[in-house]
């Protein structure tokens, strides 16, 4: 009976950590692996760089940094990542300007670009990518302000 009752029990823990992907988001997700590499920023002030580089770290996660330097020293960095969590794809920004990460929904893709919201963050609220060949252009946006970051995939 002790045995019974302890594999049921890791039955249902097992069951909580696993979770259900259908295969459109797996597809969807899929879709993004064009961002996959180095990304140099060419809209910097001069003396300035910056740059994104991003990996799949496995089949559900794409993790990237982003990094700007003045000359050698190092100005800003922000840790990215876009995950699958309960079926949904989001794009987590982890800047040290916020006490904890904060998760943007996908809500549009195509196979060269998509659009991530958080309407109760300050800002930004939207974060958008589009690729034209080797460049790429970022944006973020919210109530009324925008800001491009335009790149060229190194």
């Not at 039955?11 to 459109?24: D, L, R």
């Not at 997700?29 to 001069?46: A, S, Y």
């Not at 799949?56 to 020293?73: C, H």
């Amino acid at each position: 009976m002790k045995s019974v009752l302890i594999s049921i029990l890791i039955t249902i823990a097992t069951c909580g950590f696993s979770q259900t992907i259908t295969p459109e988001t797996s597809i969807n997700f899929k879709k993004l692996e064009w961002l996959i590499g180095t990304w140099n920023r060419t809209n910097v002030k001069p003396g300035k760089s910056s740059n994104e580089r991003w990996e799949k770290t496995n089949k559900f996660e794409l993790r990237g940094i982003g990094v700007a330097m003045q000359g050698k020293d190092t100005t800003f960095v922000e840790k990215i990542t876009i995950l699958i969590r309960d079926n949904n794809i989001y794009y987590v920004a982890d800047v040290p300007e916020n006490e904890k990460p904060v998760f943007f929904k996908l809500i549009e893709i195509s196979d060269t670009g998509f659009v991530c919201e958080n309407p109760e963050h300050d800002f930004p609220k939207k974060i958008s990518y589009s690729l034209k060949g080797t460049d790429l252009k970022a944006q973020i946006s919210g109530d009324g302000k925008s800001i491009d970051y335009l790149f060229k995939k190194q």
